[in-house]
């Protein structure tokens, strides 16, 4: 039987794939959210044979494409009556702008706003399962501040790096805000710092990035060493009230920059996220 419902994103690969491997042996019924079905699985079956556990399912789910995002969250809707863990952990970055299919600059839609609306779609499932969610966010956030908000989309002054700091900002604030507006329903939320990990991250990154990654590279931890404040917090049984909205590091909780602690910011990045995907949220 089960120990705990968790659906996870981006667990193809890095940091996902060894959180869901490592939950999986710890009893998990998972749902793999997958842009890439193939890979899902042949995951599923990696996770199957490494944990004996065969509760395993994969649904498409492409977080730049809020279509396929609302449609996984009704699959989840019309299988589960509850999920107890919610990881929203695939991300990535642009070397230059792009828009999604929905006109929405890449970077802040596949980090941000698809789990907004994944999160936001997901909330009675979450409500019943008295839910943990998870925000995979960066040290990158400390490269932000809370006049980016002013230009989301990056439309003036592009930057890979400030558009990536920015999308990680917004994980730290939409698990505050979650913390703060759900401890009423049982729904408490976290956002964590995974380590500079050696993953697909890096993948297609040229110029003075990918210098950045030879320098960084002796520093650089492996996914699974990345995955284990994720694995902490969605593995624990009991988590204590007080750490409800936190930011995690090395699985305790860690200091962020004074603009991520900007109660404003954060509804302000709210307010626009509702704007933005209220045509999915019907």
């Not at 970077?107 to 706003?113: D, E, I, K, Q, S």
Request: hydrophobic share 45%; proline share 3%; with cysteine.
């Amino acid at each position: 039987m089960p120990f705990r419902t968790t659906v996870i994103t981006g667990a193809t690969s890095g940091i996902g794939k060894e959180t869901a491997l490592a939950l999986a042996k710890k009893d998990h019924a998972l749902y793999l959210l997958v842009r890439n079905v193939a890979k899902g699985e042949e995951l599923k079956k990696e996770i199957i044979e490494q944990s004996g556990n065969r509760s395993v399912f994969v649904i498409h789910c492409d977080l730049a494409d809020m279509q396929t995002v609302k449609q996984a969250a009704d699959e989840l809707k019309g299988k589960l009556i509850a999920i107890n863990v919610l990881i929203n952990n695939a991300g990535g970055i642009n070397p230059s702008r792009h828009e999604s299919k929905d006109g929405i600059e890449l970077t802040f839609a596949m980090n941000h706003l698809g789990h907004f609306l994944l999160t936001m779609s997901l909330l009675p499932l979450l409500q019943k399962g008295q839910a943990r969610v998870i925000n995979v966010s960066s040290e990158a956030h400390k490269m932000a501040r809370p006049q980016l908000l002013n230009d989301v989309q990056f439309k003036q002054d592009y930057s890979s790096w400030k558009a990536y700091g920015l999308a990680k900002l917004s994980n730290i604030y939409f698990a505050k805000a979650l913390a703060e507006k759900y401890a009423q329903s049982g729904i408490t939320a976290y956002a964590l710092h995974p380590g500079v990990v050696k993953s697909d991250f890096w993948s297609g990154m040229g110029g003075l990035n990918a210098i950045l990654k030879i320098l960084a590279s002796p520093f650089m931890i492996t996914p699974r060493e990345g995955a284990q404040t994720s694995i902490y917090l969605a593995g624990q049984i009991k988590l204590s009230p007080k750490l409800n909205g936190q930011y995690f590091k090395k699985s305790q909780v860690a200091k962020t920059t004074l603009a991520a602690q900007n109660a404003s910011a954060r509804n302000k990045l709210w307010q626009i996220s509702e704007q933005l995907v209220a045509p999915f949220l019907t």
